[in-house]
């Protein structure tokens, strides 16, 4: 592979350039005991009972930005998402699209930090799969990630859990990963050093999981905080009840967002927790949140309360807004 | 959705219409009691302790051919992996990769044969992602599926495990998807009624796992037979001879490889299973095959020798050809 610095679409058809490129660019940097980029199918050391299985794919645009870049979003999302059910996330599976002419250097460069991402949440790529796809296709590389978790007890997290009183936290400012994306992109003559808040949520939901009054967790990704409160409403019949002034959203990130006409609460988030947690038990969540490097801003932001499936925001002017679900808005990819 | 018969980049955007996009297709083509499309992760019931998982990308172009579709296909590919590793297909997470503009009305056809491979397949599709990429990416459709399966009795297959003397069965004639996508591409000004061989090779996976000569078994996918033969040289440092008169392959398929100029040993099949067996093994293993609607066309086509970590065809002319992985060359996108 020396000679070639550029991703062919020879690299894809099963023969040696793509032993190669396997060898000298996934294996390298995502070696672990368990992984055999020669086997299809790989066994697990499971034994306990309750496992967890997610998936995810990642198409963002700029592929790097302040904060992360595509491959270490590609762990962390999987990795939250096992988080918040309640999992201990333990093996990953890994699926690349990478268009023809891509540079192996940035390949190399996003591999090695989505394996230090994996290191660092604890989770190992025992599995994977690459595809080359022509020029113009594939928007330079795509990733799935599908995870497997294990829950160490029995847990009963769901969204059918939550009870009008309900408390709802978030572990921290909104909106950072998808300003930091925008702004990445360029289009729009801004710049500025927002750093996307893209990280493993895990010691954050573990953090809570011993509290009694947890109902539910969830990451507020594509669709944001909103979309979490929209769909807390739809599923319990309840009302969802948001505090703007409550919400963490740093200065930079409402000024980007009012100046390109984004509401924060639609912005992906790749760090945050949303929690909704019975009241007995929100200040103690809140203190172990707190406790952690990455909760200091968490907060009590909402409520949950008899209604009719309704998420509604009560601004700062004491006034009542309806928190829908996104439309026809076709919203940058973050995520 | 009624209004709107193509993919938007709304569809992607975590809101209504993505919402819409999965209920009215994904979930109503996969509904079964695990998926639930609203939660991130879903406990799996797997009681046993050999947890198996693998992992597959697709992007064959078309993605209707005869034969199958890149739907089916998706689950194949993955089943496959599982039931060549011994195990049986139980879970699948399923990424879909939609390009802007692409038609609801084929994606829907597309997620229904996918639905009923799966259902043929005895497997379950539990976990999935939905993106949607700008119309110019991404080909239509990408799919990725990460398999989860479970041996019922601790099995020793592998590479390594294989012998001098094992001898090298295939389930039947190579080459059939290969040639099908192709002839579908439409390039070539050539037609014909060659179906692909696309379909579940559980049944015949699981015909061998009694014997205990079975050494290892893999499915012919990317890079075809001559890459398994290859692959097994380089692993275990014996050579592995194929003799050319006794592959099976089907005269259309023949007569399009000379047309076309490709070697149907590198040409993908996916329904196809490679087994290497203890020569005690070979004659039960191959009537255990022909006893099966997939296997009447199963053959003994070659042998491991002590050697030099070649790959060896003897010609039908008594000739000896090096059996070589694909280098740079870039065939066309099968699966």
């Known amino acids: 592979m020396s000679h070639e610095r550029r991703i062919l679409l020879a690299h894809g058809n099963g023969g040696r350039f793509m032993r190669e490129l396997i060898d000298q660019v996934f294996a390298r940097h995502l070696a672990n005991p368990l992984l055999d980029t020669r086997t299809d199918a790989v066994t697990l050391a499971l034994p306990e009972p309750e496992i967890v299985f997610t998936t995810d794919g990642f198409t963002v645009q700029p592929l790097e930005f302040p904060g992360g870049d595509i491959g270490s979003l590609a762990v962390h999302g999987t990795v939250n998402d096992l988080a918040v059910a309640g999992a201990t996330p333990l093996y990953l599976a890994l699926n690349a699209f990478i268009e023809e002419g891509f540079e192996i250097e940035r390949l190399d460069r996003i591999v090695a930090s989505l394996a230090r991402a994996a290191q660092q949440a604890g989770v190992r790529v025992v599995a994977g799969d690459t595809k080359v796809v022509p020029r113009g296709e594939g928007g330079g590389i795509y990733f799935a990630t599908t995870g497997v978790g294990r829950r160490t007890r029995p847990l009963q997290l769901g969204i059918d859990r939550i009870m009008p009183g309900d408390r709802i936290l978030v572990s921290g400012p909104i909106g950072d990963h998808g300003i930091a994306v925008?702004?990445?992109?360029?289009?729009?003559?801004?710049?500025?050093?927002?750093?996307?808040?893209?990280?493993?949520?895990?010691?954050?939901?573990?953090?809570?999981?011993?509290?009694?009054?947890?109902?539910?967790?969830?990451?507020?990704?594509?669709?944001?905080?909103?979309?979490?409160?929209?769909?807390?409403?739809?599923?319990?019949?309840?009302?969802?009840?948001?505090?703007?002034?409550?919400?963490?959203?740093?200065?930079?990130?409402?000024a980007a967002c009012e100046m390109l006409g984004y509401d924060p609460l639609y912005l992906a988030s790749e760090g945050r927790v949303v929690a909704v947690i019975a009241p007995e038990d929100a200040d103690a969540a809140l203190a172990a949140w707190r406790a952690l490097p990455g909760g200091t801003e968490a907060a009590l932001i909402g409520e949950v309360v008899a209604g009719t499936a309704r998420g509604v925001l009560r601004t700062e002017l004491r006034g009542e807004r309806m928190v829908n679900a996104l439309d026809n808005v076709p919203l940058p990819r973050m995520c």
């Open 182 to 254: 925008l702004l990445a992109r360029g289009d729009f003559g801004l710049s500025g050093d927002v750093r996307s808040d893209a990280a493993s949520v895990l010691p954050l939901a573990q953090a809570l999981l011993a509290l009694p009054g947890l109902r539910f967790m969830r990451d507020p990704t594509r669709g944001g905080l909103a979309t979490v409160a929209h769909e807390i409403a739809q599923s319990t019949g309840l009302d969802a009840w948001l505090d703007q002034a409550s919400i963490p959203v740093r200065d930079a990130i409402r």
